[in-house]
């Protein structure tokens, strides 16, 4: 079982920044994969960036060279720091971890982008 809390959400305007955080708790040693995702009003949940447990990153077109992944293996926590922000930004961010073909999910943090 993992165990995951996200943070960092909130408002800000068109082009500012946020860091999301994922604090990760449980059987951390056991995860292959760590992702974020977001889900705007009628859409659909997309993933956006990922981070394996080699360290292989990647992201979704739309946020590449503005969003960033990272960890910090001592605090067991997973980053998203986002700049550049755009209105259409606008989402619940959810932070993932995938044990095997089991995926556990955060509670998902509001990130609304005025413009």
């Known amino acids: 079982q993992v165990q995951l809390v996200e943070s960092g959400g909130g408002l800000v305007q068109a082009g500012g920044s946020l860091r999301l955080s994922c604090a990760a708790s449980?059987?951390?040693?056991?995860?292959?994969?760590m992702g974020w995702y977001r889900q705007a009003p009628g859409k659909q949940r997309e993933l956006i960036a990922s981070l394996t447990s080699g360290g292989t990153t990647t992201y979704v077109d739309s946020v590449k060279g503005r969003f960033t992944i990272s960890r910090a293996n001592a605090k067991n926590t997973m980053y998203l720091q986002m700049n550049s922000l755009k209105p259409e930004d606008t989402a619940v961010y959810y932070c993932?971890?995938?044990?095997?073909?089991?995926?556990?999910w955060g509670q998902g943090t509001q990130v609304t982008v005025s413009s």
């Open positions: 993932n971890a995938a044990v095997g073909v089991v995926g556990y």
């Open positions: 449980g059987s951390i040693f056991s995860i292959n994969v």
